[in-house]
């Protein structure tokens, strides 16, 4: 099975001055965006935090974490992007595709839309009294 490849702006929340575009891999098994860290500095994205993430070979590693907009195919949101190594291909992880609504067909290897994101609210049930 092959890849599904996005293309993707990362820019710093707020801003319209640099930004970091490149094809992205969308990994649904990955929870947040990974971009090269060199290229996410000179976007002006700055670390916020760390975080430890395991990679699919099994191997832990910590990690720093920015966060950013994130826009693709016409869709913006904002999360959490790893500093990743030099050479890493960025990846568009599933946190991302599930807040604008976009599902992935893993067999076709695209992109597509649900017609309308869920909101609802629950209303809790208090038991009677006794």
Not at 25 to 44: F, H, K, Q
Not at 91 to 119: C, F, K, M, N, Q
Request: hydrophobic share 45%; aromatic share 6%.
């Amino acid at each position: 099975m092959g890849t599904t490849r996005v293309t993707v702006t990362l820019r710093v929340p707020g801003t319209t001055g640099a930004t970091y575009e490149a094809d992205f891999v969308v990994d649904t098994g990955a929870t947040d965006c990974v971009a090269p860290a060199s290229r996410l500095a000179a976007a002006g994205v700055r670390p916020v935090g760390r975080m430890t993430y395991q990679l699919a070979d099994g191997s832990v590693h910590e990690y720093d974490i920015g966060l950013v907009q994130i826009e693709f195919m016409g869709e913006i949101t904002a999360g959490r992007v790893v500093f990743g190594p030099e050479g890493m291909e960025p990846i568009l992880g599933v946190t991302a595709l599930e807040s604008v609504g976009i599902t992935v067909d893993p067999v076709r290897r695209t992109l597509h839309r649900v017609p309308a994101l869920p909101l609802r609210y629950a209303r809790a049930v208090a038991a009677p009294a006794a």
